[in-house]
């Protein structure tokens, strides 16, 4: 019960600390969980779905560290251009 006591109020601070870092988190996870999904059903609506929420995730990661200005190029816009152009080759490939 200490356990979960403790993981929620983490949780908590968490959301009250950075709350878009949060919601991309949450958005990344369940993107995640849709991918885990479409791998077994191999249904598109969880593949769309899933592109849907890395492409919100990617484009608020890179609007959130240009505000930053810091002069070099960090991680996470590294890793959020590599996620949009994942998910804009998967939709491009989806269609045809």
């Known amino acids: 019960m200490r356990v979960w006591q403790i993981w929620s109020e983490n949780l908590i601070l968490a959301t009250q600390y950075n709350p878009p870092r949060f919601i991309e988190l949450v958005m990344l996870t369940l993107a995640l969980i849709l991918l885990g999904i479409w791998s077994f059903t191999v249904q598109w609506p969880y593949l769309v779905l899933c592109l849907s929420y890395v492409i919100g995730s990617s484009f608020s990661i890179l609007i959130r560290e240009s505000f930053n200005h810091s002069p070099r190029i960090q991680l996470t816009q590294v890793t959020a ?16």
């Open 81 to 96: 251009v590599l996620l949009l152009i994942m998910s804009f080759y998967s939709f491009a490939t989806l269609i045809w």
